[in-house]
């Protein structure tokens, strides 16, 4: 009997510690932890740290991967801070690509808004699950698990993308390979990739070794 009785409590304290305060803004002033960022005292609070602007502007898609992302994560908007969401925009142009990654801290949907996106996830066992998106479409991609968009059109795509966490984090797996300073040999040795091919790629993204 006491066992429930504990379960009950617990989840009831969980609950309670959860709605102790409304939301807990972002001081970027203060230190931040790996729980994340302090809480602005709520005196200081202002309107504005729940407000983000920035998504209603196409990002520069002049770049190598032809994409640009521009995220609405915590240290940008710091009203997230704590409710476990935020949001990203993402333009492709015509050929652009965002190249496999991870969000190590949570799962992802994206919605098309404009264009056709090919978009795709490889799980834990080596399936991989892809499909072209078209306008309105959504499409999940479980956290932590490598993952693609590319613009599968003629004209440019526009896409939003919101997280189960307000710092999902972000980690690319080509650049992970080839812009560090890792030695040639040893990515070599990991990957079985060709050496020369492996010095153009540090070349092309900025690594060195």
Request: glycine residues 10%.
């Amino acid at each position: 009997m006491i066992f429930p009785i504990l379960f009950t409590f617990f989840l009831l304290l969980s609950s309670s510690n959860a709605a102790v305060q409304d939301f807990c803004v972002a001081d970027f002033a203060a230190p931040e932890g790996p729980a994340g960022f302090s809480c602005k005292k709520p005196a200081s609070v202002k309107v504005n740290d729940f407000v983000f602007s920035g998504l209603g502007i196409a990002g520069n898609t002049s770049n190598i991967i032809k994409a640009a992302v521009t995220p609405a994560f915590v240290a940008q908007f710091p009203g997230v801070n704590g409710l476990g969401i935020s949001i990203a925009r993402l333009d492709l142009a015509v050929g652009g690509v965002v190249p496999f990654h991870t969000h190590p801290g949570a799962s992802e949907v994206l919605i098309v808004a404009e264009g056709t996106i090919c978009a795709g996830f490889v799980a834990s066992d080596n399936t991989p699950y892809l499909h072209t998106l078209e306008k309105g479409d959504i499409m999940v991609f479980p956290q932590g698990l490598l993952h693609f968009q590319v613009n599968g059109g003629e004209a440019p795509a526009l896409a939003f993308a919101s997280f189960g966490s307000a710092s999902p984090g972000l980690q690319i797996l080509d650049f992970a390979l080839f812009k560090n300073d890792l030695a040639t040999e040893l990515i070599a040795q990991t990957t079985f990739l060709d050496a020369a091919q492996i010095k153009k790629l540090k070349g092309v993204l900025g690594g060195t070794n």
